[in-house]
């Protein structure tokens, strides 16, 4: 990988707190075990092979509406006893500068999520790895619990997470997020993630008051193709456009957007 201070000094910041939580989850994932039943290992075997060959938007659409009714106070008591909390906070906002926010995330975005990580649809690394290891635990009515939690949560405000400073070239984040670029054929992001970030139909992503550093990684992930679960390939065909400037710039957009849209 490239020298890049923005991304290592965080990442090496929040890299203690990585790895003891990542104890806490052996501890959870080993007491897991003993209580799964062969049934229900049965069940997340198919999962593992059914899903990994990639979403057609009928395919997803089905998969998500398959999903039992979600409900938000099963979902806070999943966020603790799953302890997804130790690292994305009792209330969606995560207590490290490293790892993204659920708060306010649209319940379709979460739960495709915890489907392509039980997958491995959704692999970036070892980060990837460990949610995986989570979600394969995870009962579909738990996974629809959790994300109507989150759905209902305020989004995050200023999280305290230094900002990338802007170093590259670029257009304005405000223009790229209303008008987008039509000379390279960039779809204005609002037209999807909603004006104020709030998230779109589907499975189009609640942005406001995400963790600028997550942001970033994202969309570089999406941009050398590590990150590639996107159904329609929209975001990894955005992200390719995109100036590492003008991807620093719209993460410190949308991380200060829920405190311009008060
Ligand atoms: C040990 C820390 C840890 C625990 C515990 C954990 N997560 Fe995660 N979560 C992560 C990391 C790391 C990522 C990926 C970040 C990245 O790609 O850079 C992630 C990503 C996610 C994402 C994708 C977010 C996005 O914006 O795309 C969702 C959804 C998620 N986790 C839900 C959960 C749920 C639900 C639980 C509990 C069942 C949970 N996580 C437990 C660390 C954790
Ligand atoms: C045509 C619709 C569309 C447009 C336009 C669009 N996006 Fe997306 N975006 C999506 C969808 C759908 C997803 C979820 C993809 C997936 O399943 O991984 C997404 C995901 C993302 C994510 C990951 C969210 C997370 O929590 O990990 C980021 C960041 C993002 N988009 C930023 C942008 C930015 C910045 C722009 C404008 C330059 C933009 N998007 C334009 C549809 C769009």
Redesign the pocket.
């Known amino acids: 990988m490239t020298h890049d201070p923005y991304l290592e000094e965080l990442a090496a910041a929040t890299d203690g707190l990585f790895r003891r939580s990542l104890s806490a989850i052996a501890l959870t994932a080993v007491a897991f075990v003993i209580g799964l039943s062969a049934g229900n290992a049965l069940a997340n075997d198919s999962t593992d092979s059914g899903v990994a060959k990639g979403w057609t938007p009928a395919t997803l659409r089905h998969a998500l509406a398959a999903l039992p009714a979600g409900d938000e106070v099963r979902g806070r008591e999943v966020n603790q006893q799953l302890f997804c909390a130790s690292c994305h906070g009792d209330n969606g906002v995560a207590p490290t500068q490293n790892w ?1 926010h659920l708060a306010g ?1 649209k319940s379709a ?1 979460t739960a ?2 915890l489907l ?1 990580y039980q997958s491995r649809l ?1 692999l970036e690394g070892k980060r990837a790895e460990l949610m995986h290891d989570i979600a394969v635990m995870m009962t579909p009515q738990q996974i629809a619990d959790v994300s109507a939690f989150y759905a209902a949560l305020p989004a995050p405000g200023d999280d305290g997470t230094p900002r990338p400073s802007v170093l590259g070239e670029g257009m304005s984040a405000a223009q ?2 209303r008008k ?1 670029d039509p000379s390279r054929l ?4 609002a ?3 909603g004006v104020k970030g709030q998230g ?1 139909k ?6 406001a008051g ?1 963790n600028p550093l ?2 970033t990684r ?2 570089l992930d ?1 941009q050398s193709g590590v ?1 590639s ?4 390939k ?2 990894s065909t ?2 390719k456009k ?1 100036t590492r400037g ?2 620093e710039a ?1 993460a410190t957009y ?1 991380a200060d957007l829920p405190e311009r849209n008060r």
Do not use: W
Request: charged content about 15%.
């Open positions: 993204p995330q975005y495709k999520m392509d959704r790229l997020v987008g960039l779809t204005p992001c037209s999807c993630h779109g589907l499975e189009a992503s609640a942005l995400q997550y942001f994202t969309l999406y990150r679960n996107d159904a329609a929209g975001m955005f992200a995109l003008e991807i719209l949308y």
